[in-house]
């Protein structure tokens, strides 16, 4: 009965490489988001969809493309991996019909590491 | 100056004695705040949240709001060794965005 699901947990690569991260919720809420949070802890929103629609996109490389076949789904793939991209990125979900930002669900994290 | 700026460095509290942390915002315009505990290696949960000016209790947790001053603080009353973690201070600003201070580690010494 997990509520927000990502895979995979941990992500080992060499830079270079493609990967992507897949989240799922069974929340039945409107909106999704991709978090990264760095080696401080520093917790910083990439990308956030509402009902399959991109609603906001922060100052993230090209290398990094969101994609939403639904609402209950938002994939994160990442190219030509670097170094710097090395983080915890998180899922995240949310009941906010009236776009309005409120309590947001995290998934457990993926830790991405880049040799 | 960052969106929303927490203290640095861990905190250590003796068991059973208050935690107190601190979170200040810069835009004026903000709406909603939010406190986020993450354990170790753990997902960020939502412990508090407050809309108005003024305290919130919650358990042993109480939020503090003063927009005037644009300060949010959570009080953790009989701190337990479960309390040990990550406290992450959120604020939904008026572009609708929710922005993270870098968070206040807690340690509650047994």
């Known amino acids: 009965d997990t509520a927000v699901s990502q895979t995979p947990k941990y992500l080992v690569t060499q830079m270079g490489n493609d990967k992507s991260i897949k989240c799922e919720q069974n929340?039945?809420?409107?909106?999704m988001y991709w978090y990264k949070q760095d080696s401080k802890k520093f917790l910083k929103i990439m990308f956030s969809?509402?009902?399959?629609?991109?609603?906001i996109n922060e100052t993230v490389p090209n290398r990094f493309s969101p994609k939403s076949p639904d609402k209950a789904h938002l994939n994160l793939h990442i190219n030509s991996l670097e170094l710097g991209d090395s983080a915890v990125y998180f899922c995240?979900?949310?009941?906010?019909?009236?776009?309005?930002?409120?309590?947001?669900?995290f998934g457990s994290g993926t830790q991405l590491s880049v040799l | 100056q960052k969106e929303v700026e927490q203290n640095s460095g861990p905190l250590s509290v003796p068991e059973g004695a208050i935690a107190s942390l601190n979170c200040t915002y810069s835009d004026r315009g903000s709406q909603s705040f939010f406190w986020y505990r993450q354990y170790s290696g753990k997902s960020p949960e939502l412990i508090m949240f407050?809309?108005?000016?003024g305290d919130k209790e919650d358990g042993r947790f109480t939020a503090q709001l003063n927009k005037a001053s644009q300060y949010v603080s959570l009080l953790i009353r009989d701190s337990q060794p479960s309390d040990s973690a990550t406290y992450l201070c959120a604020v939904r600003g008026g572009n609708n965005r929710l922005a993270f201070g870098k968070g206040n580690q807690v340690v509650v010494i047994p």
């Open positions: 407050i809309y108005s000016n």
């Open positions: 969809y509402n009902n399959k629609e991109l609603i």
């Open positions: 929340l039945g809420h409107d909106t």
């Open positions: 995240a979900s949310s009941p906010d019909r009236t776009g309005v930002v409120e309590k947001l669900f």
